[in-house]
């Protein structure tokens, strides 16, 4: 077995029996701290997983490019453990892997007023911790503390995009970034003011309590298990219902986060599925999979999810959605499942992305691809089937970032095409290229257009409707404008 020696002592890894990289996994990198005297996890450790490649020797003193993952999840679930399948990424692209665990749900992101500031954002504090612990010991793993990219995905995306525009940018923590599907340039997190107060009078609610103050010591006097089981309980809905999330503490996240400039010049890399909404609408919506929604229904949920957001809803802002996202059969007749998809996939996260593509130097593609595990009846697996007009939907990436596709991953039977492979070993080839320093290459599998690349498996290579991007990204700029100034001068 492979050992390790950090300053703390041994850490005892082993060998990947398929692509011979070294793994280290469990290894402690924080105590959770008390939120003040809240004792959610006094007595838990914070975790985080390392990939070694084949290449590096423990006698040498190579050092690789270091990426650190930060998982999805809603900000609710998920964990190193759900990605053992990882060694490809390391194997192929020859760098140093870490996969860190961080707190979720109410023991990370529940806030409370401590006279006029707002404290929370605990989970992003552990991602800190994570890499402030890469700073300190990566180099006994041959990898590089000078060159860390951080990456992640869904609600890691929007971590990581919390963290680039943080003051620990500033710290050499991390170096490059890259953002899948996911900004903060969106209408879930940061949280507004309202959106908190809804979910402090929810769980005020369920409690039985009258106020903040009686909220934090009913909080206080729940074990973890009880607190986790509570959470449990009381979600509802596709992403947990009324909540809380990252807020704008001016300490992690400023108030005017939307002004960020990247003074610091640091690399990024910022992506986006095609049709980003699928995945959470065919959990949270019936017969959404099945094609049941008509126009009244498309407009009157539309209607909804907007006047959720505390955004005000005319006719004419519907028809204009319906106009830019209209989604055709061959008879010409509107998909209207697929278009409101399309949409409401670009109003959680698509928008965000290319808004911040518009506003600072960054690299940005779009992942165009069909996994035929999830559309496949004949397949054998336990994925869910998705439409078929679902193209490129949330998530589908991760197969190929991880090179899932190239080998058995636990508890999923994947059974891709040759051509899977082939675009696979090509993401990770891009992915640890931009984190060695190179920038990302249109050639094979991918085209630019108006330097958008374009990830796909699809016969036919799809050209961006640049007109009508500029026309969403018009639309959502002209929205987002009204919900950044629920920001100023807010105290929640």
């Known amino acids: 077995m492979p050992i390790r020696w950090t300053d703390n002592g041994a850490v005892i890894g082993r060998e990947n029996e398929e692509t011979g990289v070294e793994e280290y996994l469990g290894i402690p990198f924080a105590k959770i701290q008390n939120l003040e005297d809240l004792k959610f996890s006094s007595e ?52 140093v892997l870490v996969v860190i665990q961080y707190r979720l749900g109410l023991m990370g992101f529940y806030s409370y007023k401590d006279g006029e500031k707002i404290v929370g ?100 006097k729940m074990t973890t298990k009880e607190l986790i089981e509570f959470e449990k309980k009381h979600m509802y809905g596709a992403r947990g219902g009324d909540r809380f999330l990252i807020v704008a503490d001016d300490e992690i996240v400023q108030k005017d986060f939307y002004n960020f400039k990247n003074e610091m010049k640091m690399p990024l890399y910022y992506g986006r599925q095609t049709s980003e909404g699928e995945y959470l609408l065919t959990r949270g919506f019936p017969g959404f999979k099945e094609g049941e929604m008509t126009s009244e229904i498309c407009r009157k949920i539309m209607k909804n999810q907007i006047e959720n957001w505390e955004i005000v809803c005319t006719d004419s802002l519907l028809d204009e959605i319906l106009e830019l996202y209209k989604e055709l059969d061959e008879d010409g007749n509107i998909i209207f499942p697929k278009t409101f998809g399309r949409w409401y996939g670009d109003w959680l ?39 078929k007009w679902s193209e490129g939907d949330h998530a589908d990436d991760l197969p190929y970032v991880f090179g899932w596709v190239l080998g058995d991953k636990p508890g999923q039977e994947i059974i891709p095409t040759e051509l899977d492979k082939k675009l696979s070993r090509k993401v990770i080839k891009d992915w640890s290229a931009f984190a060695s320093g190179i920038e990302p290459v249109c050639n094979e599998f991918t085209k630019s257009f108006d330097d958008v690349a374009i990830y796909t498996n699809l016969p036919k290579m799809r050209k961006i409707d640049n007109e009508k991007y500029e026309k969403k990204t018009a639309l959502f700029r002209k929205v987002f404008e009204e919900r950044c100034a629920k920001f100023q001068n807010c105290d929640y």
């Open 44 to 95: 838990s450790e914070l975790r985080l997983d390392v990939y070694v490649p084949p290449t590096a020797s423990s006698i040498k003193k190579d050092k690789l490019p270091v990426m650190v993952y930060i998982h999805g999840g809603s900000l609710l679930n998920g964990g190193p453990a759900e990605y053992p399948g990882n060694t490809y990424l390391p194997k192929i692209g020859n760098v």
């Open 121 to 220: 954002n605990f989970g992003l504090y552990d991602q800190i911790s994570a890499l402030e612990w890469v700073k300190l010991n990566i180099e006994h793993f041959n990898g590089d503390r000078t060159n860390v990219t951080i990456f992640g995905e869904s609600a890691g995306a929007f971590s990581c995009d919390a963290l680039i525009r943080s003051k620990f940018q500033k710290k050499s923590l991390f170096h490059r970034a890259i953002v899948q599907s996911g900004s903060l340039l969106s209408t879930w997190c940061p949280q507004t003011p309202a959106s908190r107060r809804k979910a402090v009078d929810r769980y005020c609610n369920i409690l039985s309590v009258s106020s903040e103050t009686e909220l934090k010591n009913a909080l206080l």
């Open 349 to 387: 996260i698509g928008s965000g992305v290319f808004m911040m593509a518009q506003n600072v130097n960054t690299f940005t593609y779009e992942f165009d691809v069909i996994p035929i595990w999830f559309h496949s009846e004949e397949h054998k697996g336990n994925c869910q089937i998705k439409p």
